[in-house]
Nanobody, 121 residues
Framework: QVQLVESGGGLVQPGGSLRLSCAAS????????MGWYRQAPGKQRELVAT???????NYADSVKGRFTISGDNAKNTVYLQMNNLKPEDTAVYSC???????????????WGQGTQVTVSS
């Protein structure tokens, strides 16, 4: 019905940069907001950043000033530019979107499969 496809993860050295992308497709009527979450080994999943369809952004304190979330409403796509990466940013990053599908009765959450980001020298 709805798919979220992520790309852009990988291995990077400390201080490096990566850009994640997440494209939503399927029977989408409208998207309320999209965002990124991450889960490191042995830790709970945590919010990284979100963006509403109107462009309002929200960031975890740990990534403020280093990560930038942006969106393209026409493409139902969200991006996460990650700069000055640190080893503690290592995690599986998952895309989330609140989507109203055709024939639906409200917004429902959808998740991508996740992409690994590893920051190591």
């Amino acid at each position: 019905q709805v798919q979220l496809v992520e790309s852009g993860g990988g291995l990077v050295q400390p201080g490096g940069s990566l850009r994640l992308s997440c494209a939503a497709s399927g029977r989408i009527l409208t998207i309320n907001h999209m965002g990124w979450y991450r889960q490191a080994p042995g830790k709970q999943r945590e919010l990284v950043a979100t963006i509403t369809s109107g462009g309002t952004t929200n960031y975890a304190d740990s990534v403020k000033g280093r990560f930038t979330i942006s969106g393209d409403n026409a493409k139902n796509t969200v991006y996460l530019q990650m700069n000055n990466l640190k080893p503690e940013d290592t995690a599986v990053y998952s895309c989330n979107a609140e989507i109203w599908v055709y024939s639906g009765r409200g917004y429902s959450p959808f998740w991508g499969q996740g992409t690994q980001v590893t920051v190591s020298s």
